[in-house]
């Protein structure tokens, strides 16, 4: 536990001789919902630990947007949930108030696979890497389109992009639309994200990796949509 817990405030913590003060984003992991054995750090950004935690903020607009940086492998899943789902549960989507894309590459919903990645063919593969295009650009230099995951199959080190348009769930990988979409989420949801066994997960707002789908944005919060 201590292993894994160096490792999440791995690049957290400030020399001990200087104080840093950082204006925390509004928008962010709700450590009031989360389970009991879930640590969130990184000003809200990042949880560790074991278990399940909720964003602060549910998604009201018509068409959301956010991100999910997998800083480090293990036990996770992603997606959206109401505040009624068990958070002490090291997975989502195992209840019927969450929809979760999991680390054994399948989408959940009250423990049921509603869809399971494959790994992409060949020449997917290589389109997917060509879709890439504009976004590559605005990745650090030393990144090249080999070095971004297209296979289909999310691994450590990806980002996971999560669009909801209160019709359709969809999940992205590096900036490609897995095409799984996900109907019939209920309820007020809100951004969700489970680990244990290891895992580190930090939830990206704004100043996304890739480019957002057409038509949908990042979270806003309530007063923001009047």
């Known amino acids: 536990m201590f292993c894994c817990l160096k490792n999440c405030l791995n690049g957290v913590l400030p020399p001990q001789t200087v104080q840093i003060r950082r204006e925390q984003d509004p928008i962010q992991l709700d450590t009031s919902h ?5 640590v969130v750090i990184k000003g809200g950004q990042r949880a560790c630990g074991s278990g399940g935690v909720i964003a602060n903020t549910p998604l009201l607009q018509s068409k959301s947007y956010f991100e999910v940086k997998l800083q480090q492998g293990g036990q996770w899943s992603v997606g959206l949930a109401t505040q009624q789902t068990d958070l002490n549960q090291t997975k989502g989507g195992f209840d019927k108030e969450s929809w979760c894309l999991t680390s054994d590459n399948a989408i959940y919903h009250n423990a049921k696979p509603l869809h399971k990645l494959e790994k992409r063919p060949e020449q997917q593969e290589n389109n997917a890497k060509l879709e890439l295009g ?23 080190g990806d980002t996971i992009g999560v669009a909801y348009d209160h019709v359709e769930l969809n999940f992205y990988l ?20 489970y680990v ?11 100043n996304f990796s890739y480019s957002v789908p057409q038509g949908f944005e990042r979270i806003l919060i309530e007063q923001s949509l009047l």
């Open 34 to 38: 989360m389970g009991h054995e879930v």
């Open 134 to 156: 504009s976004d590559l650009a605005r990745l650090e230099s030393s990144v090249s389109s080999t070095l971004v995951n297209t296979t289909g199959i999310p691994q450590e």
């Open 174 to 193: 590096n900036g490609t639309n897995l095409n799984v979409p996900v109907l019939n989420v209920r309820g007020t949801v809100f951004p969700c994200l």
């Open 196 to 206: 244990d066994d290891g895992a580190i997960l930090d939830i990206v707002l704004d």
